[in-house]
């Protein structure tokens, strides 16, 4: 079993930046890829970005490709998703879940832990 806890969200104007965290635990928090996803309202959740286990290597989706940074620190099981050039479109609920069998996986179905979300508004 792997609980997710996001944090970090919160309201940020156009252009701006901001910090999301994920810290993973239980017995197998280590052996996962983590991704994030993000829920627009009326929309389908997507995929943004994903980081291996060992924190090596790295996928993002197009939308995000350049202006958001996912890293991983180990020692405290914790995977970061820095935000840049924030724009409206980047409003959602933002999540982060854990991959315990595949490999940086954009696909939603790969994940089997998932947290409660974290708000991120871009106002203009």
């Known amino acids: 079993q792997v609980q997710m806890v996001e944090s970090g969200g919160g309201l940020v104007l156009a252009g701006g930046s901001l910090r999301l965290s994920c810290t993973a635990s239980?017995?197998?928090?280590?052996?996962?890829?983590i991704g994030w996803f993000r829920q627009a309202p009326g929309k389908e959740r997507e995929f943004v970005a994903a980081?291996?286990?060992?924190?090596?290597?790295?996928r993002y989706a197009d939308s995000v490709n350049g202006r958001f940074t996912i890293s991983k620190d180990n020692a405290k099981n914790t995977v970061y998703l820095e935000m840049n050039s924030l724009q409206l479109q980047d409003t959602a609920v933002y999540y982060c879940?854990?991959?315990?069998?595949?490999?940086?996986?954009?696909?939603?179905?790969?994940?089997?832990?998932w947290g409660q979300g974290t708000q991120v508004t871009v106002s203009s």
């Open positions: 879940a854990a991959d315990r069998f595949s490999f940086t996986s954009p696909a939603e179905g790969n994940y089997q832990y």
């Open positions: 239980g017995p197998s928090s280590g052996g996962a890829s």
């Open positions: 980081i291996s286990r060992s924190g090596t290597y790295t």
